[in-house]
């Protein structure tokens, strides 16, 4: 026993010497302007893996503005191998994770550079002023993670992203289209107004059978049908959540209702995971606030630089009552988004289409080396960029939509011929 607590002390003092001793590579990270806080992770995936700080502007090139440090992985596999620089939409803690990899990672090799957003976790500015917070402003901060880190990895980069993140990795190219040598933007919306419209005609008429659509509305009215036995176990399930609302909860609980109808597309639930509708109330009310729960609507909101951003620049979806508003205490959702996700004092923030229009302006007169891919039955698509690029006439950016995918949709899982088609262009671009 004695021998094999010798071992182990020395197994773990070879681990933490390890973990201590310097690489080239990690010199090279910390002789880089404005990189600080560099800390080794564990990868069995990469051959090396850092977290760290780079000083980021608070407000684009105005350093008066003050600055901050944004937090980003670099995930090392080969110096010479292509670079993926990840726009992460939100919070990257999952980068943490030691089996941490992405598809395009695994596919070509790459490496990766992992970006948190800006607001986001631990990329908060001091102090927290969100006139900042701008789409503008979180591409510069891109732009300035790919000059920097360009002076260490040499080789073809690549920009890729899922939902916000596939958001920002459109936008980064509409913006700084030389930055990268390719893009992949994975079911990225691109939306007109605050409530854009095309999401509630799309869960109306597209979203999954017309079987399940059926269901998913009488699932929806038996919830509210139901609402005078249901509502206290309501109160209950938030009380023992410790959520609070902006709204009555009764209208709150509308809100679920009708936000179950999209959760239940975007992620791919089956019409026959929802319990009998003729059964007891707990298993449907159990089956509700998994696929739809109201931690989405409460406060305070881990989202909530994200719905700033929906207000003033990125947009979203809207609600429809028809076929509900015979049981629900909300009459007209109009304006939804800054009555509950916003806290008062941010309110006042209104929507600026400018960098709708540029993005829409630059993709249909340009031709990027881009791919872009959605899922047939999320309903994000509705406002996604497949509903109206043509690219029959362009060399390059292509569009693919994965039949019956929902919001998780990738490559690997694409049909053929289209994945051969997508590899093969990324294979040419990325030579």
């Known amino acids: 026993m004695k021998r094999l607590l010798f071992i182990t002390q020395l197994l773990l003092l070879t681990i933490v010497m390890v973990a201590q001793t310097e690489t080239d590579f990690s010199k090279l990270l910390k002789s880089l302007d404005g990189i600080s806080d560099v ?41 010479n191998a292509p670079t993926v620089i990840v726009t992460e939409g939100y919070s990257a803690s999952y980068g943490m994770f ?10 070509f090799g790459a490496n990766i550079v992992l970006c948190e957003y800006r607001y986001f976790d631990q990329s908060v500015p001091e102090p927290c002023n969100w006139d900042y917070m701008t789409v503008a402003n979180s591409l510069r901060d891109l732009h ?19 939902s916000k993140g596939g958001q920002t990795t459109m936008f980064y190219r509409a913006y700084y289209p030389d930055d990268v040598d390719a893009s992949v ?36 009215q038996e919830m509210l049908k139901r609402r005078d036995t249901m509502i206290p176990l309501f109160k209950a399930y938030c009380t023992s959540h410790n959520y609070q609302f902006y709204l009555p909860i009764e ?3 509308d809100y679920v209702v009708m936000e179950y109808a999209f959760a239940h597309f975007q992620y791919g639930t089956k019409a026959s995971e929802i319990p009998s509708l003729t059964g007891p109330d707990e298993p449907l009310f159990d089956h509700f606030m998994r696929v739809s729960s109201p931690d989405y609507f409460a406060y305070p909101n881990k989202y909530l630089p994200f719905d700033v951003q929906a207000v ?7 609600y429809s009552l028809k076929g509900l508003k015979k049981w629900t205490k909300v009459k007209n959702t109009k304006g939804y988004l800054r009555k509950i996700m916003l806290t008062p004092e941010l309110r006042h923030y209104q929507f600026d289409p400018t960098l709708y229009k540029h993005t829409v302006k630059f993709l249909k007169k340009e031709d990027p080396t881009m791919i872009f891919i959605y899922g047939e039955a999320d309903p994000w698509s509705a406002s996604g960029v497949c509903t109206w690029l043509d690219c ?11 039949p019956g995918g929902d919001h998780g949709s990738d490559i690997t899982n694409m049909p053929e011929p289209d994945k051969s088609d997508i590899m093969d262009r990324l294979n040419k671009w990325l030579k």
């Open 312 to 318: 003033r620049e990125l947009g979203y979806y809207g």
């Open 251 to 253: 209208e709150i609980y």
């Open 39 to 79: 800390r080794t992770l564990e990868s069995p995936v990469f051959k090396e893996k850092y977290v760290m700080k780079i000083r980021q502007n608070v407000d684009g090139d105005n350093a008066d503005k003050g600055t901050f440090g944004q937090r980003i992985f670099v995930c090392l596999r080969d110096i």
């Open 185 to 220: 933007s994975y079911v990225a919306p691109l939306n007109r107004a605050v409530e854009d419209g095309r999401h509630e005609k799309f869960l109306a008429k597209k979203a999954g059978t017309a079987e399940d659509r059926a269901i998913v509305l009488k699932a929806q």
């Open 144 to 162: 300035h993670v790919r000059q920097t880190l360009g002076q260490i990895f040499k080789g073809k980069w690549i920009s890729t992203g899922s």
């Open 392 to 402: 029959r006439k362009k060399a390059n950016m292509r569009v693919y939509v994965q």
């Open 98 to 107: 030691p089996r941490y990899d992405i598809e395009l990672g695994r596919l």
